[in-house]
């Protein structure tokens, strides 16, 4: 996926990730959330944390 990283490839891509990083963290837990609805939120904060990490990794290539 690094040699098709172009800059306006990897600007578009970059602006997604970070308007679901805005989305999933703006999302309130509210006290009567049942646990496992508390447990996939926190799954899908570490998943687009772990996808930033990814194309972090192959925007620097």
Do not use: G
């Not at 989305?23 to 496992?36: D, F, G, H, K, V």
């Amino acid at each position: 996926m690094s040699h098709i990283c172009t800059d306006e490839w990897c600007n578009a891509t970059e602006s997604a990730i970070d308007d679901m990083h805005k989305s999933i963290y703006a999302i309130s837990e509210p006290r009567w959330l049942s646990e496992a609805d508390s447990q996939r939120l926190k799954d899908l904060r570490k998943r687009v944390r772990d996808l930033y990490r990814q194309f972090a990794h192959i925007k620097d290539k």
